[in-house]
């Protein structure tokens, strides 16, 4: 064994993958578990998307890009974000990268010297506090509650705030929760980061994925004060493809750029002419997408309350967080005996800073979710 860094030894590995190698497992064992546990649409990435990509390649659009993205690219995301989120970011400063992911890396290594505190309310998707930590920052979590629908509450946040406090996270919609916040929670927080010079890095990858709430951004409110990370894993299908992009301030994204051009370099050439087809013109996709993932969250509120695991309603993105204390002393065992007694793939609360839940993921067919409730009702003693 080699000797590695203190850092990357205190790096937790992610427990939704975990889950997913181990349902893996059992499938590969010929045993039919049904996954609730992705974080991916089941739909196929749309036509026309796939199409530019094959286009890209007979162009021989297949080498190194400018680092920050190409312009036109970086042009239809500042449209974008002017068109969907009444945002004016310039095409500089825009900047795409490998997934999501890589645009929040990059700015919490930009953002964070060692100990700087970034205030995290939780659940939270499991990624941003290792991201932080990693950094050399300092996590900070505020909880919600499931009867406030997991809204964040601003006096929560503002009592989180020291000295040491350089950037708040927010997700809306939530991965976990499916919370989606209220323009006036938005407002509060925005003056808070204002008031007491912050940046709050806002991950709306789940933006299209909304069902009787609206989304908003939050940068409308602080454009100085904000980094508005998206992507188009989530909003067109397109996980594999590994594209994310943040807009926020001309320094911040200068920056971003400046540990990318250190690091990966350019998104996938071939992948950023697809995500600008995508990005121009998927309306019909996502307003399909959307009724179909709606019909699915009501089935499985409807299901899981049913039997007994109370779970809230979310108003976005595609999980939903099913209290287990009728099934399990506790979400670990819970996740255990779902996934070995009823062939079920859930993630456990646990990393997610949620204790006594576990989280389901509905983005799979109606029939699988029918079929997970009658065997979880089973597994419980009780029918659907
Ligand atoms: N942010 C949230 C809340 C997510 O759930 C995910 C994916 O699971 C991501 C960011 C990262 O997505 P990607 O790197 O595929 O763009």
Known sequence: NVRLSSKVQSLKPSSTVGVAAKALELQRAGVHVISMAAGEPDFDTPPHVKEAAHRAIREGKTKYTQVQ????????????????????????????????????FNAFLALLDPGDEVII???YWVSYPEMVSFAGGVPVAVDT???????????????????????IVLNSPSNPTGAV????????????????GLVIVTDEMYEHIVYDAAHVSIARF??????????????????????????????LVKAMNAIQGQSTSNPSTISQYAALEAIRDSRAFIEEARGKFRERRDRIVVGLNGLGLATPLPQGAFYVMA?????????????????DEARVAVVPGTDFRAP?????????????????????????????
């Open 69 to 104: 993205g190409i312009p036109e690219l970086r042009e239809v995301i500042a449209e974008k974000f002017r068109r969907e989120n009444d945002l004016s970011y310039t095409p500089d400063q825009v900047i795409v990268s490998t997934g999501g992911k890589q645009a929040l």
């Open 121 to 123: 309310p939780a659940p």
């Open 145 to 167: 509650r499931p009867e406030d629908g997991y809204d964040v509450d601003p006096e929560a946040i503002g009592a989180a705030i020291t000295p040491r406090t350089k950037a």
């Open 181 to 196: 916040y209220p323009e006036a929670i938005l407002r509060a927080v925005a003056d808070l980061a204002v008031r007491h």
């Open 222 to 251: 602080a454009p100085e004060h904000t980094l508005t990370v998206n992507g188009a894993s989530k909003a067109y299908a397109m996980t594999g493809w590994r594209i994310g992009f943040a807009g926020g301030p001309s320094n």
């Open 323 to 339: 209290d287990t204390s009728r099934l399990a002393s506790d979400e670990l065992e819970a996740a255990r005996l779902l996934l």
């Open 356 to 384: 006594g839940r576990v989280r389901l993921s509905y983005a799979t067919s109606l029939e699988n979710i029918e079929d997970a409730l009658s065997r979880i009702g089973k597994l419980m003693g009780v029918g659907v």
